[in-house]
């Protein structure tokens, strides 16, 4: 049972809630255009099982497989509480790794650029985590948690984690003491100075504390969103690959080869030595920070926000039926072109290119939708015929500020 699957519709309707009752109450966290570019980043990351496995289930059948410890029995209450609680202890080590080691950070950096807190910021992740991140839970496998165990405590830990990215809960007293809350997680969304690579626990925050990572809300100090090297894009590439780009570039550009080498494994912020005076070319920020939020029309996020209910749809139909099989890796194709097209629209980008674009997009879709059922075809089609509708109007329209 794909447990993450099941409550992807409960975290939608979590997220109109809340953006619901922000509205309502004057405190409203949303922009569309970043909770645009979270969710389809999310969809992204889901969607990559179509075109890439990780590595690490067969490194997990084969610690399965030598283990000198007997298997655990899934029956009983006991284990399943043994096995939740490691598992977060193994999460811990794998997100702090995230945030201090370049090479895991390139991965883990997408669910931090967000310029605001709310609970699409939860579902915006890394379509690249698979590639070492499963390097961490490898002690499970080895003192024998069966792959069902491990599957359900980990998809339950991450579903927990949903519940605390919003602005809209205080502290919770005792509960601080020991459980992941929207507080301390926000200081973890931090890019503060006295916030960073703070509170990496999953579930419990008693880690943390432990290991000396915890670092209180504090009322004096307002949480400032996002990275501290802003991409300033929407573009779901952008997202995925601007720090393996910038580890690459370090590495070709310096001269010193034990330099060169340490470069992937070093911290975020490290930069060898003889390139250190060239750290403003990547964009560090000097003065106030402000977010990234170029002005567009109305109508222009009219259809981006149809364009990501097309993404939407696309995903849900190759996770939850059987009319798409064969055609997974099409699917996550025409996803991420629709991703980067929507992103330049939200850009303010020129109207010109979009009729082409909206025009390519339409006869694309419609060509995949003559290999689904009518009903669904129809749908697709519709979708695709609203969202460009809404931006051959906006193409003629200055941009206005309506954020």
Not at 82 to 87: E, T
Not at 171 to 190: C, D, I, K, Q, T
Not at 346 to 361: C, G, H, M, T, Y
Request: with cysteine; glycine share 8%; net charge neutral.
């Amino acid at each position: 049972m794909n447990l993450i699957a099941l409550a992807v519709p409960f975290f939608l309707l979590a997220i109109a809630i809340e953006w619901l009752w922000g509205r309502w109450s004057g405190r409203d966290t949303y922009r569309l255009t970043d909770a645009v570019s979270s969710l389809t980043l999310g969809g992204l990351s889901q969607a990559r099982r179509f075109v890439a496995l990780g590595v690490g289930g067969s490194v997990y059948a084969w610690l399965s497989s030598v283990t000198p410890f007997a298997t655990w029995t899934a029956e009983g209450w006991e284990a399943w509480i043994v096995a939740f609680c490691l598992y977060d202890l193994c999460y811990y080590c794998s997100h702090r790794a995230g945030h201090e080691i370049k090479l895991f950070w390139a991965a883990h950096v997408v669910h931090h650029q967000s310029e605001d807190y709310n609970l699409s910021t939860a579902l915006r992740q890394t379509s690249s985590g698979f590639l070492f991140g499963w390097i961490f839970y490898t002690p499970l496998f080895f003192i024998g948690v069966p792959v069902e165990m491990m599957v359900t405590v980990g998809a339950l830990n991450l579903i927990y984690q949903f519940w605390v990215h919003t602005e809209h809960v205080g502290e919770l007293g005792w509960f601080e003491y020991v459980f992941v809350s929207p507080s301390n997680h926000r200081v973890h969304h931090a890019r503060n100075t006295c916030y960073l690579d703070r509170n990496y626990g999953g579930v419990f925050i008693i880690w943390d504390r432990l290991f000396g990572t915890y670092q209180r809300e504090l009322p004096s100090e307002p949480c400032v969103y996002g990275i501290t090297k802003p991409i300033r894009s929407w573009s779901p590439v952008e997202a995925w690959i601007h720090v393996y780009r910038d580890i690459l570039s370090d590495m070709v550009r310096t001269r010193r080869w034990g330099e060169r080498l340490w470069v992937p494994f070093s911290h975020p912020a490290w930069q060898p030595s003889d390139l250190r005076p060239d750290a403003t070319s990547r964009g560090e920020e000097h003065g106030p920070f402000e977010k990234y939020d170029p002005k567009i029309s109305r109508v222009r996020k009219m259809s981006g926000a149809a364009n990501l209910i097309q993404i939407t749809v696309l995903l849900l139909l190759a996770q939850q039926s059987e009319i798409l099989v064969g055609f997974e890796g099409y699917v996550w194709a025409l996803m991420l072109w629709l991703g980067v097209a929507n992103a330049a629209l939200l850009s303010n980008a020129d109207s010109r290119l979009f009729r082409l674009q909206e025009i390519v997009k339409v006869l694309t879709l419609s060509a995949f939708a003559l290999q689904l059922p009518t009903f669904t075809a129809v749908l697709v089609i519709s979708l695709a015929l609203l969202g460009t509708g809404w931006q051959w109007i906006g193409s003629k329209e200055v941009a206005v500020a309506t954020s």
